[in-house]
């Protein structure tokens, strides 16, 4: 049960970093500055959700990405 438990957890953890650069790599392709001001890949998979669409990001939406 432990080998496979460890197993496990390092699957997840491929599993979890194969997904993150996928994201940044879509996501850059809409918002390419982003991915040098964020560099923790949960932050930047929060701001992303937030941002959405770059052309609608006003200041007015700015108080809501500080609490990210």
């Known amino acids: 049960m432990v080998i496979q438990a460890i197993f496990l957890l390092d699957t997840l953890d491929k599993d979890i970093n194969s997904i993150s650069m996928r994201v940044r790599e879509w996501y850059s392709w809409h918002f390419l500055e982003l ?30 990405l500080i609490d990210i």
């Open 35 to 64: 991915v040098k001001i964020v560099n923790d890949n949960y932050l930047y998979a929060k701001v992303s959700k937030f941002v959405e669409n770059k052309s609608e990001l006003f200041e007015d939406k700015l108080p809501g």
